[in-house]
Nanobody
Framework: QVQLVESGGGLVQDGGSLRLSCAASGLTFSMYSMGWFRQAPGKEREFVAGISWSGGNTLYADSVKGRFTISRDNAKNTIYLQMNSLKPEDTAVYYC???????????????????WGQGTQVTVSS
């Protein structure tokens, strides 16, 4: 059974930083690309960042490029999202996700992802 468990969310002031973690189990982690998504109240879930199974390739939404960094530690079955220069519009529930198939592309379309965590709340106050 695949499990993805996010942690690290919280309340931070405008301009602050947070690091999210997502611990994976039940899958051969090093063979899966991974992604971070977020969903704000009343809005659709949107892509934030993706990383290839090796960690050698990454992709970011334009809205977070230069502020957020996705990384992974395959020895720990964990991915991270370092979020700097946070803005109130970054407030959302953040989810990590894995595609349904090994070595699948870490694209922006949430329909490509078959496994999801429960989410962690990030709130940025102005």
């Amino acid at each position: 059974q695949v499990q993805l468990v996010e942690s690290g969310g919280g309340l931070v002031q405008d301009g602050g930083s947070l690091r999210l973690s997502c611990a994976a189990s039940g899958l051969t982690f090093s063979m899966y690309s991974m992604g971070w998504f977020r969903q704000a109240p009343g809005k659709e879930r949107e892509f934030v960042a993706g990383i290839s199974w090796s960690g050698g390739n990454t992709l970011y939404a334009d809205s977070v490029k230069g502020r957020f960094t996705i990384s992974r530690d395959n020895a720990k079955n964990t991915i991270y999202l370092q979020m700097n220069s946070l803005k109130p519009e970054d407030t959302a529930v953040y989810y990590c996700a894995a595609p349904s198939s090994i070595r699948a592309y870490y694209g922006k379309d949430p329909l490509r992802y078959g496994y999801w965590g429960q989410g962690t709340q990030v709130t940025v106050s102005s």
